[in-house]
């Protein structure tokens, strides 16, 4: 009986060693599933985020501890996202209906004017400035004004050169359509503060 008593000893001792190894394995998934999921969640709302949703959250559970706290972090960082954007949003709204409305009056006063930023960047140009220089809105925008106007550079200079005044006056002469034209010219100055915001030509 030895032989049958051996083959059921070993078979019984496979069974077990079976058994504990099945069970270790299923263990050792269950503890790397559960270490991988709340980073595999990250992942998943920071690539939704890349997408731009960023009223994307992520669960938080205590019992995953730091990982637990990161999402809470993740969250946080999602929400004040999500705010900031919808102030942008908001702001830049107001800054085009702000543009609009300051082109459509400006679309109508007779006499040409001219938005510089602080470095004399021509960045506005009304329909009466474009038709007194004789020149399009195109080739204006984006242009140094001494470069685009060479003849009201010196006019510009002396703003610049005014610290005290908020505003300078001067003359200057171009020729347009192959004619003479003289130019009143006033340059006032826009401020922030203490800062140049820029001028009006």
Known sequence: RRQATQM???S???????TLLLSAVWMGMWLANRLVSPI???ITAAQEVARGQL???VPVRKEEG???HLSTIFNHMT???SKQRQELVRANSQLDARRRFI???LSGISAGVLGLDHDGVVTL??????????LPETALLGQHLAVALPEFGPALADAEAETRRERTNGEATRAVEGRERAFALQVTRERSGEIDAGFVL
């Open 66 to 68: 730091d990982l637990g």
């Open 55 to 57: 009223d994307v959250r």
């Open 103 to 105: 082109e459509a009056t």
């Open 12 to 18: 019984m001792y496979a069974l077990v060693a079976l």
């Open 40 to 42: 595999r969640r990250l």
């Open 125 to 134: 140009a009304n329909r009466s400035a474009t038709k007194l220089l004789g």
């Open 8 to 10: 059921a000893l070993g």
């Open 79 to 81: 929400g004040e996202l």
